[in-house]
């Protein structure tokens, strides 16, 4: 799960988007790929408000910590320079860095399918390079895929959105294990974690991991993904990588919100940068039967179900919950839960700092209080994988009320903050 866990796009849909891709492959004359490369200008990378990327500082020094080895970029839509043009792109243009492959996420490296899909395996109609499907290939998997095309060194390059069942980070430690069993050099090429450095949530109970969290760290972590990086490299790996590097962003004061880098959609329900400032919390209901919103304009912000009406909104106001209102509201998803039914529910509007995790917990408690007959959690028990444990189901069940849920986490949260501080890189 990216930002939906455990929806499946329909096979034929898989298909038809690889199809296209494969076809639109077929028809770019070599001629015209190498007219390309010969003739892109350089990069531009530099933004207004002086923050810089990882991407953009190598690309400013001409790619040098890539040149003269065999490179797979693991990446997406997000890895783009401050001119907009994707780093594979730039970096296949410049002629100075040979990549031998491609590798695609959950959504794919173009970013074509929904929830819980990719792109297979095809070759980029833009550049002529092999893309491979990464997203579900465990550490294993990925190595054979690294052999197979010669890599040398990966750079993993994709926008993160803080959230521990995100599933991106996820992709770079199955990553990290396949250069460990390969010995190839990783890269990573730092972005800001777009919701800051806040530290929230309980921790993940090994027992409960899986593809929408592997290890046990915090539900809002507030690294980056360099950070992140050099905590599983460190801590989780049998052993350090040959080579794990990261290049840092520069100009990023305090580890703020307010980059002035263009916001360009992780995923397709991650549609503005305050979809993911909610995200860590409200991508919880996706482990109930209430729908996140996802087929709406404004999935993770529109949350409801038939039979919900304006009580929910009026009692959630008084909740106490700072930086943020709701909305009662009314909506038709268009497709996944209740599609084409008509939901009541809360737009969520955020004025300040917030605690998304808590917040999501008041929704969630007082939901079941005021609905008993609509709300319930999904039969497969996917709330206990986000939530990283059965520990929030069964305190919401047993009547808990929010206080006593958040508190029963925060020694986790403290725990977390500590085992973090050698691998943060800005301060």
Known sequence: MSDEAG???????RLTRRGLLTAAALSVPAAGLAASAACAAAPSTTTGSGVRTGADALAARNWEDVTG?????????TGVLASLEHVVDAMHASGAVNIVAVFGPEHGFRGTSQAGGSEGDYRDPRTGLPVYDAYGADAAKLAEMFRKAGVEQVVFDIADVGARFYTYIWAMYTAMQAAHQTGAAFLVLDRPNPIGAQVAGPRLDPRFASGVGLLPIAQQHGMTVGELARMFDREYLPSPLSQLDVVRIEGWQGRGTDTGLPWVPPSPNMPTPDTAVLYPGTGLFEGTVLSEGRGTTRPFEIIGAPGIDWRWA???NTAGLDGLRFRETYFVPTFSKHANATCGGVQIYRSGEIDAIRAAVTMIVTARRLYPQVFGWRPDNMIDKLSGSDRLRTM??????VPEIV??????AADFRRQREPYLLYR
Do not use: M
Request: no cysteine; charged share 30%.
């Open 7 to 13: 929806a499946n796009p329909a096979k034929h849909a």
């Open 69 to 77: 080895r065999r490179v797979a970029v693991l990446t997406n839509p």
């Open 314 to 316: 009026e009692h959630l």
């Open 396 to 401: 919401v069940d047993a009547g808990a009320d």
């Open 407 to 412: 508190d029963a986490w925060q020694d986790e």
